[in-house]
């Protein structure tokens, strides 16, 4: 049977909502799906420690594995357990690299970058994101020689990640899981958008080309707390055709059976010129065609892929295709063939398969 080591440097949380948690357990799902027989080693440090010992040994006894997986952490691999202490700092790393020079390969997917942006530093004391950063540099410096592959959510982030070699990135984008809701099929031009409605999410020009278009209607769904601290920003700009809704997990699945259209119509950064929400991956698994704006990694995928449209960042730019598919319903049945005909290749186990394969 295939076998194959699963490498976190944290406790796996199984119920975990946000991309950090659900990510990890996807992965790990994944590879069972695909037919390997998983050696996990997760859990606190000291929980790590006994299990990276007895591994070590069954390889050094001839144990064979054809390769390991492991995803990093959102902070420093020395600090994660629950009170940021580095009780064991190189450990994680020279278990990779103690499997790596037993023959067996490794692949790690890299999660972030955004600690070497400004906006990291905000809030925080200048010791503490000194020393942070110090850390974040040892990781990928270490991993130069624990590592056959660095897996990031978007060949885009690669030009940021300093240290590890250009050459053995690959790209590893959020999978999604298939799911047929079915789609409305009348008139008018239904969307939908879930996700946050932060500063770092801001649909404000979305709801007003909404507004602005003649029959488009628009569901947000995001978490209750989150809207009561923008809902003053909104209300003006909402019309009868704008409504708001605070669901999650299977709840969610009426709402996508009666969208026509899913949205990632957020203003463009440099992150977000990399960035690989979990959230576009859902909207393909449902088989959605989705609206989002240049200048994002979102946008290039759905240029190579065809399953939207990637429009300029501008709210009558919105307005004016809203109004088009409302008029041509079929430019929305054509895109949604296309979105339906791409799921297989964009989930969680297509994830899994292309690891195996690029690790084998």
Sequence with gaps: ?????????YPLNPEGKSGSALRPMRMLEAFREVGYEVELVSGESKQRRGLIKALK???AHGERFDFVYSES?????????????????????????????NGIKVGLFYRDIYWRFPDYKKGLNPLVHTGTRLLYNFDLLAYKFAVDKLYLPSMGMGKFVPHFPAKKHEALPPGGEINDAGHPGDNSVRLFYVGGLGSYYNLHDCVRAVAASKNAFLTICTREDEWRQVQAGYEPLINDRIEIVHKHGSDLVPYYATSDICMLFIEPSIYRSFAAPIKFAEYIGFGKPVIVNEG????????ANGNGWAIPFDQEALTTLLDDLAENPEKIAHVTDTALRIRADNTWAARARQVARQLT
């Design 1 to 9: 049977m295939a076998r194959m080591i699963y490498h976190v440097p």
């Design 73 to 101: 952490h959102t902070m420093p691999t020395a600090l994660t357990d629950p009170d940021h202490l580095p009780r064991h700092p190189l450990m994680d790393v020279a278990f990779l690299r103690f499997c790596r020079r």
């Design 57 to 59: 040994a069954r390889i």
């Design 296 to 303: 994002t990694n979102v946008a290039e995928f759905v240029k």
